[in-house]
Antibody, heavy 117, light 110 residues
Framework: EVQLVESGGGLVQPGGSLRLSCAAS????????MNWVRQAPGKGLEWVSY????????YYADSVKGRFTISRDNAKNSLYLQMNSLRAEDTAVYYC??????????WGKGTTVTVSS | QSVLTQPPSASGTPGQRVTISCSGS????????VNWYQQLPGTAPKLLIY???QRPSGVPDRFSGSKSGTSASLAISGLQSEDEADYYC???????????FGGGTKLTVL
């Protein structure tokens, strides 16, 4: 079964850091581009970041550029999001999503990040 | 403020046909394909339509998509109670080098 499972969310103070992970299974992870998408409470979807299958191409939303870093380990079938200098507005459910021949065709269940003092 | 513009809400009665619009610009919808996602309450989004009008396997043919210029639309025919969900359009934006989403449309089945 094709599956993505996020982890690493939690409560963090403003200015703090958190590292999210996404474990992939059921498909050849190294062949797929990957993304992080977030959803603030009661709000819509917001794309956060993209990484190519090899990791050589990376894009970020302006709202996180310079603070978040996306990476992947194809040997471990894992995607990561390092989040630094966190702000209250980063509070959201963070989803990892696969991009293959079809865009964002597989999503994880999400992990919740709460930034609050 | 989302880059793509959708109506915040839509509604219909069982069996009706409803459409949801998505408006963008030349750098996103005008030059790239449009995708639609369905998010049922409390769940992760699900790909509903890709490449403007293609349905992944398992998506009923009651759902259809179209695109013209810098606008797109999602149509749902034979509306069912289980279609009550949030619907999002999305496209790649060449100017932003980013995926852009619409603000989402909450569909209510009356």
């Amino acid at each position: 079964e094709v599956q993505l499972v996020e982890s690493g969310g939690g409560l963090v103070q403003p200015g703090g850091s958190l590292r999210l992970s996404c474990a992939a299974s059921g498909f050849t992870f190294s062949s797929y581009e990957m993304n992080w998408v977030r959803q603030a409470p009661g709000k819509g979807l917001e794309w956060v970041s993209y990484i190519s299958s090899s990791g050589s191409t990376i894009y970020y939303a302006d709202s996180v550029k310079g603070r978040f870093t996306i990476s992947r380990d194809n040997a471990k079938n894992s995607l990561y999001l390092q989040m630094n200098s966190l702000r209250a507005e980063d509070t959201a459910v963070y989803y990892c999503a696969r991009w293959g021949t079809r865009p964002l065709d597989v999503w994880g269940k999400g992990t919740t990040v709460t930034v609050s003092s | 403020q989302s880059v793509l513009t959708q109506p915040p809400s839509a509604s219909g009665t069982p069996g009706q046909r409803v459409t949801i619009s998505c408006s963008g610009s030349s750098s996103n919808i005008g030059s790239n394909t449009v995708n639609w996602y369905q998010q049922l309450p409390g769940t992760a989004p699900k790909l509903l339509i890709y490449s403007n009008n293609q349905r992944p396997s398992g998506v009923p043919d009651r759902f259809s998509g179209s695109k013209s210029g810098t606008s797109a639309s999602l149509a749902i025919s034979g509306l069912q109670s289980e279609d009550e969900a949030d619907y999002y359009c999305a496209a790649w934006d060449d100017s932003l080098n980013a995926v852009v989403f619409g603000g989402g449309t909450k569909l209510t089945v009356l």
